[in-house]
């Protein structure tokens, strides 16, 4: 990142200042009604007799778990304007957020976007003033304690099942998420002779997989190739190991790969940290993209593009639409 800041200057835009206008009837209707639809679908998943969050995986109805992204975008919306605008913490948009994305993980065994979101909280009310540096730490403490307790909560009202949990807390946080990447790419060099280098290529279907909906063609990314690849039997039973970020560079130019990935990655985090008060679509790209780069160090960069695209800019610029429309027919009207 210290050597990515040099190409990122404060007054160089890539792209120009893009903005986005919402009214608070225009927000309310769409955080409500993805909320309300948030509420269906997991209704929908529990009264179809899916057992366990493999199950679910092999099945298309997981494309439509999309609408939580959403979800956490247009709550932190609203969470973000209240809080400029000095109107204090939407205390009922968070609650209900919460219950919601709580009730995700024990149905569909989705744990991110509990810490998606509080994540992003964490980070707007540290940005505004309403807690301080050591607030934010403490908070982060108990979020990374959190990861093997909600660990085995997951899909629990399938399953009825509790996983165990190891005997020290300690070693079950760094054992699971944090052990994963380093375990992926050992596999990618001691297993180096079973593949040929892709040369760039992933990063083609990296683009793919973000812009076009699976259920239309599914291109297979990173993370899905050294699934397939390097452990079928756990792709047949709809499970997976997950990636590593410094795998993809790996798997496409070999060790020097690693740092150019990093690099492409760095790039990216310096210019939305550097841009994220220039607009409030940029800023709302930042906050809710940190867990998403975090996430991707055990994945790949299509888990970077298709959530930022499908969960942040498209909702946004899709609700900027609607506020535009009842406008002109409330102006129209009178």
Same mark, same amino acid.
């Given at each position: 990142? *210290?050597?990515?800041?040099?190409?990122?200057?404060?007054?160089?835009?890539?792209?120009? !200042?893009?903005?986005?206008?919402?009214?608070?009837?225009? &927000?309310?209707?769409?955080?409500?009604?993805?909320?309300?639809?948030?509420?269906? =679908?997991?209704?929908?998943?529990?009264?179809?007799?899916?057992? *366990?969050?493999?199950?679910?995986?092999?099945?298309?109805?997981?494309?439509?778990?999309?609408?939580?992204?959403?979800?956490?975008?247009?709550?932190?919306?609203?969470? &973000?304007?209240?809080?400029?605008?000095?109107?204090?913490?939407?205390? =009922?948009?968070?609650?209900?957020?919460?219950?919601?994305?709580?009730?995700?993980?024990?149905?569909?065994?989705?744990?991110? $976007?509990?810490?998606?979101?509080?994540?992003?909280?964490?980070?707007?009310?540290?940005? =505004?003033?309403?807690?301080?540096?050591?607030?934010?730490?403490?908070?982060?403490?108990?979020?990374?304690?959190?990861?093997?307790?909600?660990?085995? @909560?997951?899909?629990?009202?399938?399953?009825?099942?509790?996983?165990?949990?190891?005997?020290?807390?300690?070693?079950?946080?760094?054992?699971?998420?944090?052990?994963?990447?380093?375990?992926?790419?050992?596999?990618?060099?001691?297993?180096?002779? !079973?593949?040929?280098?892709?040369?760039?290529?992933?990063?083609?279907?990296?683009?793919?997989?973000?812009?076009?909906?699976?259920?239309?063609?599914?291109?297979?990314?990173?993370?899905?190739?050294?699934?397939?690849?390097?452990?079928? !039997?756990?792709?047949?039973?709809?499970?997976?190991?997950?990636?590593?970020?410094?795998? !993809?560079? $790996?798997?496409? $130019?070999? =060790?020097?790969?690693?740092?150019?990935?990093?690099?492409?990655?760095?790039?990216?985090?310096?210019?939305?940290?550097?841009?994220?008060?220039?607009?409030?679509? @940029?800023?709302?790209?930042?906050?809710?993209?940190?867990?998403?780069?975090?996430?991707?160090?055990?994945?790949?960069?299509?888990?970077?593009?298709?959530?930022? &695209?499908?969960?942040?800019?498209?909702?946004? &610029?899709?609700?900027?639409?609607?506020?535009?429309?009842?406008?002109?027919?409330?102006?129209?009207?009178?």
């Amino acid at each position: 990142m *210290s050597i990515s800041d040099w190409w990122v200057d404060e007054g160089n835009l890539w792209l120009g !200042e893009w903005d986005i206008s919402v009214g608070k009837a225009s &927000l309310n209707l769409s955080l409500y009604g993805v909320l309300f639809l948030s509420i269906i =679908y997991m209704w929908y998943v529990y009264t179809t007799g899916v057992s *366990s969050k493999p199950e679910l995986l092999r099945s298309n109805i997981i494309y439509l778990g999309v609408i939580y992204g959403v979800v956490n975008t247009f709550s932190l919306l609203k969470v &973000l304007i209240c809080v400029r605008n000095k109107d204090g913490i939407p205390f =009922y948009t968070v609650g209900v957020t919460l219950i919601t994305f709580i009730g995700a993980l024990l149905i569909l065994g989705q744990r991110d $976007f509990i810490f998606r979101y509080m994540i992003g909280l964490v980070v707007i009310f540290y940005s =505004y003033g309403i807690c301080g540096k050591i607030v934010m730490y403490f908070l982060g403490i108990i979020m990374i304690s959190m990861v093997p307790i909600m660990g085995t @909560l997951k899909s629990y009202l399938l399953s009825q099942d509790v996983s165990r949990i190891s005997d020290n807390i300690f070693v079950s946080v760094f054992s699971g998420e944090f052990m994963s990447a380093g375990r992926n790419i050992d596999t990618l060099v001691l297993r180096s002779c !079973e593949w040929n280098y892709k040369y760039g290529k992933t990063l083609i279907t990296d683009v793919m997989r973000a812009v076009v909906p699976a259920p239309i063609y599914k291109f297979q990314n990173p993370t899905n190739w050294f699934r397939n690849q390097m452990h079928p !039997e756990l792709a047949s039973q709809g499970k997976g190991p997950g990636f590593t970020l410094a795998g !993809e560079g $790996f798997i496409n $130019f070999g =060790y020097i790969g690693i740092p150019i990935w990093f690099m492409l990655v760095s790039l990216t985090i310096v210019y939305l940290y550097k841009k994220r008060r220039s607009s409030m679509l @940029l800023y709302l790209i930042y906050i809710s993209s940190i867990p998403i780069f975090i996430y991707s160090l055990r994945a790949d960069i299509a888990n970077i593009i298709s959530p930022i &695209l499908k969960h942040v800019a498209v909702p946004l &610029l899709m609700m900027s639409g609607l506020s535009y429309v009842l406008r002109s027919t409330l102006v129209s009207y009178r």
